[in-house]
């Protein structure tokens, strides 16, 4: 079993920045891909970003494309996420998943972890 523990999330104005962190205990963190999702009031939960295991592959939905940048630490078992110009509609709950695999991946049912959920709000 593996345990995910965001942070990092808060209140910022539009056009600042956050990173968010991810920190995994629990199970071999090394093998496995690793992804952002995020989910607003009344939607549906959404892929952000994913990176594969060894961090070499990168993938990122399109309105965070440029903005966004997804890494990983395996020695260190965390990965993280920079968010750069941030906009009003980043303002969501995100989260930190493991995928079932070892590659990056965008789809939901893949990811079989996730952490309990950092708040970001970003007004304008």
């Known amino acids: 079993q593996v345990q995910l523990v965001e942070s990092g999330g808060g209140l910022v104005q539009a056009g600042g920045s956050l990173r968010l962190s991810c920190a995994a205990s629990g199970r071999t963190f090394t093998i496995y891909a690793m992804g952002w999702f995020r989910q607003a009031p009344g939607k549906e939960r959404e892929f952000v970003a994913a990176i594969s295991w060894s961090g070499e592959i990168t993938y990122y939905a399109d309105s965070v494309k440029g903005r966004f940048t997804i890494s990983r630490d395996n020695a260190k078992s965390t990965m993280d996420l920079q968010m750069n110009s941030l906009k009003p509609e980043d303002t969501a709950v995100y989260y930190c998943?493991?995928?079932?695999?070892?590659?990056?991946?965008?789809?939901?049912?893949?990811?079989?972890?996730w952490g309990q959920g950092t708040q970001v709000t970003v007004s304008s």
């Open positions: 998943a493991l995928g079932r695999g070892p590659n990056a991946i965008r789809t939901i049912s893949t990811f079989g972890s």
